[in-house]
C-alpha cells in the first residue's frame, strides 16, 4: 500500500483544533499547542543563520524547549539533529563532524554544555543557549501560517545510530517518511485527541521521538515528560491521567521489581491506577514472555510488542483489538510491505527462517553522506534489516536475532561491539580487546569484554576500564565487566572467535 502523504507533522500540529489543547506537560506546568507553536516560531526567527536544508544540532533535555526548538528547526525547513544528553563529547564531536551543523543550540544547565559550545565554535557552527527570556516572552506569539514549510519531501530528522562498522551513521528521514511512520501507529494503536502518555524515554532515538512525542503531537493529544525513576512512574501511571505509556523491556522489568518490593497498599494503589490505561506498548528488544504475564498479573494489560528500527520507523505490531501474541511482534503495520528471504533475496515460505526485509514509504532515503552504505543497505527496493525472522501462524511474525553477532542490544540501544573495540584499542595499557553480548535478565544483553594488557608497569582494574570508556563513549556503550586473558581466541585467518570469547564469560 502506497498511501499518498500530503502533510506534515509541523503542519498538523498548526491544527486550529487543537490550539487549546494541552501539548506538552511536567510535572509543574503544562503548554497548550498555541504556546508551543509560539516558541516555535520565536526559535525560528532565532535560528535565521540556518537556511533550508542546513543541520541544525541540539542539546537539550527532553521536556517543552526541546520540542520548541526542534519545530523551530523544522519551521525552517532545516535539518534536525537531536544529540543526546548522556553523551561525552567524544561522541558528540562525532555527530558534528558527521552533520556539519550550521547551528548548535545548547541548554546551558546540562553537564557538556561549555565543552559542545567551544566545540561547535571550532567547527565554525553558531551556537544559541536556551531557555532564553526572548523565548518565554514568545509565548504571547501568533504561530506561522498553516502553509508555512516544510514540505513533505524535505529532509526533516538526522539520527544516529550504529551500524556493524565504523562510528554511528546518520540516518536520514524526510517529513514525508515520518507522517508515514506516525500515521501508520496512529491509526494502529487507535490514538486520539484525549490521550495522554507518559514520556519517558530519551529523544535522540525514533522510540521517544516518533512512537512516543510525535505520534502525540499529531495527534492532538498531551505528551508528559517525567523522571524515570520506577516509583515515580508508577505514581503517574496511577493517576488516573495517563492513557498510553511505551518503553524498553528492561524498563517493564524494573517497574515489576519496584511493584513487588513496594507494601501491599501501594501495591493495589498502583495496580488499580494502571488497569485505567489504554494501552501499554514494549519494544526496541525482545519481549521476554514471561515480564509480559508479569505485567498482565499486575496491571491486567497484555503490553503490546512492535517491532521497529531507526531506519524505518515501525513495522510489525501485535493488535490493539485482538490476539497479542506472546514472543510475536505481530503483523505488518499499516502501509509497510514486510517479508523474510533467504541469503539470495529470494522470499521463503512461512515458518522459514531469513532476513527479514521492508519496504515503505517510512524508510529512511540515506545514510549521511554515506551513498555506498545507503546502496549496501536496499536490495531491489527493500531494506535490508539485518535482523533474522520468520511468519509464524496467522502471518505473525517472530523476530530471531541479529544477523551480525557484532550487533548487541542492550537496555535498548544498539551497540556495536566493534567501535566499542576500536575505542578501547587506543587505551595504552589494552593491547587487544574483544567485546560480546551475553544474555542478561535486566539489561536483555550485556556488554562483556576479554582484553590482553599491553606491556605496562601497571594493569588497570574493570572499574578504571570502565570509567575510562565513560569518558569517551555513550555510558550503555561500555562493557559492565572486562576480563584479562593472555590472548584471544582466533581463528587461522587471526580473526577473533566471538562464540569463544563467550564462552570465556561463562567459565
Ligand atoms: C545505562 N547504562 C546502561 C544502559 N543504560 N548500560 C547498558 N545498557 C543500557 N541501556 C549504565 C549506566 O551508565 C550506569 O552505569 C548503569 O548502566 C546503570 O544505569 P541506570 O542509572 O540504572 O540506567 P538508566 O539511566 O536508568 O537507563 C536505563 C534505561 C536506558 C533502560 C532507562 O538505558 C534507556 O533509556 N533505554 C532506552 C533506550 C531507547 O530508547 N532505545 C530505543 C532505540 S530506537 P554506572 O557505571 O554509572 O552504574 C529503536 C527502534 C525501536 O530501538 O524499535 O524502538
Ligand atoms: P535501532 O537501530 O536502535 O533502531 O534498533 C533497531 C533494532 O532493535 C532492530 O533491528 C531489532 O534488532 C531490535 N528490535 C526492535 N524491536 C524489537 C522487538 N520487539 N524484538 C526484538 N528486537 C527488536
Known sequence: MTTAIRTTLPARIADPAFARRTALADDVSQWSYTELLGEATAWRERLAPAEAGDRIAYLVAPGRHHVAVQLGIWARAAIAVPLAVSHPPRELEHVLDDARPRVVVIDPALPRASRLTASARARGAATLTVPQPWVRAARRHRPGPRRAPPRPADPALLVYTSGTTGRPRGVLATHRNLAAQITALTAAWGWTAEDRILHTLPLHHVHGLVNALACALWSGAACEFGPGAPASVWDRLASGEITLFMSVPTVYKRLIREWEEAPEPTRRRWSRGAAGL?????????????????????TGHTLLERYGMTEIGMALSNPLAGERRPGHVGL?????????????????????????????PQVFCEYWGRPDDTAAAFRDGWFRTGDEGCVGEGGYFRILGRRSADIVKTGGYKVSALEVEEAYRAHPAVRDVAVVGLPHREWGEQLRAAWVPADVPRVPSGAELRAWGKERLAPYKVPHRFLAAPALPAGAMGKVRKAEVRRMFAR
Open 278 to 298: 489504554r494501552l501499554t506498548v514494549s519494544g526496541s528488544a525482545p519481549l521476554p514472555a514471561d515480564t509480559l504475564e508479569r505485567w498482565r498479573g499486575i
Open 332 to 360: 505488518p503495520l499499516p502501509g509497510a510491505e514486510v517479508r523474510i528471504v533467504d541469503d539470495s533475496g529470494r522470499p521463503v515460505p512461512p515458518g522459514r527462517q531469513g532476513e527479514i526485509e521492508v519496504r515503505s
